[in-house]
T-cell receptor, first 118, second 114 residues
Framework: GAGVSQTPSNKVTEKGKYVELRCDPI?????LYWYRQSLGQGPEFLIYFQGTGAADDSGLPNDRFFAVRPEGSVSTLKIQRTERGDSAVYLC????????????????FGSGTRLTVV | QKEVEQNSGPLSVPEGAIASLNCTYSDRGSQSFFWYRQYSGKSPELIMS????GDKEDGRFTAQLNKASQYVSLLIRDSQPSDSATYLC??????????????FGKGTKLTVNP
């Protein structure tokens, strides 16, 4: 597709349940990022993939959060035992390059998944 | 100290005026600087990037960077009601894995009044 695709667009789940959020990046973009945005805040970094590997997971808040990108394209963010504090918009972004002294052209964000934990 | 600071506003300007949005950052090693526009209920959209000191113009938008002062700004000339949005400043932070992750400010909400 032309842009970054995220599904579902909205997810309501009960406290304690498990959820999966999916991101399909722009074709050819090797760098993929997950961010989380709470109301009135800027996006907060969660994890970065270069190809299949999670090169920087320093933003994951705790071990209930996990993400994979098994074939270097689609990524899934997984949240176990959801809590009300996990409610936010989860944003995925992709870019052509990252690091190695290359120019950072910035990210293209998907439309996000709004997660509500009740 | 927050890594990227923005005045949260709201900033209100009349149509046709110049809107000035400011941002400071803490990491002197940052190399890339971006402005994103975010309409209510939508995801951030990249509108400007700047990498070296000085001004960069693109249509009605001008980004200004001063690395010595660790300061980035965005000027919007001839502001239009359609410019009403939250403007997010983002700065690269090169950390583990060479991610050059973007660190965002909280954003400044801009309202352009007709």
């Amino acid at each position: 597709g032309a842009g970054v695709s995220q599904t579902p667009s909205n997810k309501v789940t009960e406290k304690g349940k498990y959820v999966e959020l999916r991101c399909d990046p722009i074709s050819g973009h090797t760098a993929l990022y997950w961010y989380r945005q709470s109301l009135g805040q800027g996006p907060e970094f969660l994890i970065y993939f270069q190809g299949t590997g999670a090169a920087d997971d320093s933003g994951l808040p705790n071990d209930r959060f996990f993400a994979v990108r098994p074939e270097g394209s689609v990524s899934t963010l997984k949240i176990q035992r959801t809590e009300r504090g996990d409610s936010a918009v989860y944003l995925c972004a992709s870019s052509l390059t990252a690091g190695q002294g290359l120019i950072n052209y910035g990210y293209t964000f998907g439309s996000g998944t709004r997660l509500t934990v009740v | 100290q927050k890594e990227v600071e923005q005045n949260s506003g709201p900033l209100s300007v009349p149509e046709g005026a110049i809107a000035s949005l400011n941002c400071t950052y803490s990491d002197r090693g940052s190399q890339s600087f971006f402005w994103y526009r975010q309409y209510s209920g939508k995801s951030p959209e990249l509108i400007m990037s700047i990498y070296s000191n000085g001004d960069k113009e693109d249509g009605r938008f001008t980004a200004q960077l001063n690395k010595a002062s660790q300061y980035v700004s965005l000027l919007i000339r001839d502001s239009q009601p359609s410019d009403s949005a939250t403007y997010l400043c983002a700065v690269t932070l090169d950390t583990q894995g060479g991610s050059e992750k973007l660190v965002f400010g909280k954003g400044t909400k801009l309202t352009v009044n007709p």
